[in-house]
Each structure stands twice: as C-alpha cells, then as structure tokens.
C-alpha cells in the first residue's frame, strides 16, 4: 500500500499529465510517424524511417514544445478554467504555478537542445514556434477569430516540422493539411461555445461573445461544408487506399454534427459535439494504416 506521501506523489504526476495533456502528446507522436512512413517518405525502407535519428529529435522536440505549450495555456488560464473545467482544474492545481513555469522553461530549452541535433533551420523552426505558442497564449487568444485561426495553425505546425524535413512537396500532402487545420478549426470554434461563461467573465473576446451563439454557428456550418471539399478531393483525385472509408465516414459525422450543433443550447450539449469532432481527429490519425495495408509488411527490409 502507498503511504500519504506517495500517494500524493503520484497524484501530482498525474495532475502534470493532465496538464500537458499527455493523452494528446502520444497521439501527435503516433501521427507524425505515421504520417512520415505512408504519407511524407512512402519510398523508403520502413527500418530507415523509424530508426531515423533526425525524425526522432524533431518528433521529440515537437512533444516537448507542445508539452510546454500546454504549460504556459494553462498557467495563464488557470481562472478562467475554474468557471469552465471545474473538475480538472481541482486536479491541475496540485501542481503550483511556479513548477508550472519552471517546467515550461525546462521543456523549452530541452525542446531546443534536442534540435540542434538535426539543424541549425531546425533549432530556428523550434524557437519561433515556441514563440508562436507563448504569443497566443498571452496575447492572440483573445483576439476574435484571430485566436482560433493561430490555435488551428499551431496545431498543425508539428507535421510541417517533417513534411519540411523530408522534403515532399506532393499536393495531397496540402490537402491533407488543410482538411486537419478545418477540423481542428471547426473544434476551436466549438470550444468557444462550451465555455462561454469563463471567456465573457475575462474579457475573452470570442466569436459566440461578441456576435452570438447563432452567427458563432453559421461561422462553424460555413467551414464544416467547407471542410467537405479536401475531403472529396482526396477521394476522387489522391490515391489515398482504403483511407477512403474514413473520409466517406468523416462526411456523414460531419453532416450528422451540423445537426446536433444548432440543436445544442447547453454545455452539455456542446461537449458532445466537441467529442465528436476529435474523435474525427484521432480516428484520422489511425485510418492512416488504411492508406495500403500491405505497406508495413512490404517495408521491413
């Protein structure tokens, strides 16, 4: 049995999982590898991939930088959540906001440390986007629109860290790219709907605020319609394999969440449309295998 001080032990580690969202960080890794063996370097050896020591900086850095990220959000968000997340913030305040900001500039610099192993470009990419992160936090989030367009580009800026690496520049990888930062767009916009009450008490200037809830969800029914559009074409004109099942079903959950969207008038209500939308991401992530199931098999030597 665990003594009163280990169990407090391991319920700050779990608080600091919570905090950096380390669920999210695992799936971003898995992403990323799967993305650079089917997507950003199919024509190589599968053993050269995943034993590659450059993809594995650049992926470590990547979760670093982003662990860090969820940091500082937190740090400065840390009222606010207490109107919006009740619950998890009782569990994320047992960690202090002075380890918060110690440990974010600990992964910052590791962040950093472990570019340099790559490039110098990369040491560079790594440190504005660390920037890019603490800026949004501070300051962008609160900028109507302008904090959802930045949150959607951050989220994505770790795939362009190897789509840059590797060099490819094929047009589905594009398309790819802009049906995640859609979803990951449309999900922002939704978040903002969930928590209106802590965004209006800090003088959070979000969309739902400043408009209404109905033009918030014309915004969100414009580019869900639109996120159609990369979905069709990676159907139609991109040899993406059996991937092709996810996006006929990415559609029907798309239509079937514009439905429960102007149904929903409740937090309740749009916590479930916010799960909706990342399981669309994180099925995503995991229909990649889907693109040629036989490729694994065919790359081992």
């Given at each position: 049995m665990l003594n009163r001080k280990q169990k407090m032990t391991l319920l700050k580690l779990l608080s600091l999982f919570s905090v950096v969202r380390g669920y999210n960080i695992l799936v971003i890794v898995l992403a990323q590898y799967l993305a650079s063996i089917y997507i950003f370097s199919s024509h190589l050896p599968l053993r050269q991939v995943i034993f590659d020591g450059n993809l594995f900086a650049i992926v470590a850095a990547s979760a670093l930088a982003i662990a860090s990220g969820y940091l500082i959000n937190n740090f400065y968000d840390a009222e606010k959540d207490l109107i919006n997340r009740p619950k998890k913030t009782m569990l994320d305040r047992l960690v202090s906001q002075r380890f918060?900001?110690?440990?974010?500039?600990?992964?910052?610099?590791?962040?950093v440390i472990i570019a340099s192993y790559v490039s110098f470009r990369a040491v560079v990419f790594f440190s504005f986007y660390i920037f890019g992160i603490w800026l949004y936090s501070h300051k962008l989030k609160k900028i109507t629109f302008v904090g959802n367009l930045i949150s959607a580009l951050l989220a994505i800026t770790p795939f362009f860290a190897v789509f840059i690496y590797y060099?490819?520049?094929d047009l589905v990888i594009f398309v790819h790219a802009?049906?995640?930062f859609l979803v990951i767009l449309i999900r922002e916009l939704v978040k903002d709907l969930e928590n209106i009450k802590g965004d209006?008490?800090?003088?959070y200037q979000t969309i739902p605020?400043?408009?209404g809830e109905k033009v918030s969800k014309m915004v969100i029914t414009f580019l869900t319609l639109l996120t159609l559009i990369p979905?069709?074409?990676?159907i139609s004109k991109f040899e993406v394999g059996y991937m092709d099942i996810f996006f006929y079903g990415c559609m029907v959950l798309l239509i079937m969440f514009l439905m429960l969207l102007w149904r929903s008038t409740s937090k309740k209500q749009y916590v479930l449309?916010?799960?909706?939308?990342?399981?669309?991401i994180v099925s995503g992530v995991f229909s990649i295998l889907l693109i040629d199931v036989d490729l694994v098999l065919n790359r081992i030597f």
């Open positions: 918060k900001l110690t440990t974010y500039f600990i992964l910052n610099f590791l962040s060099k490819n520049f802009l049906f995640l209006l008490v800090y003088g605020i400043k408009y979905s069709y074409l990676l449309i916010h799960n909706l939308l990342k399981f669309i």
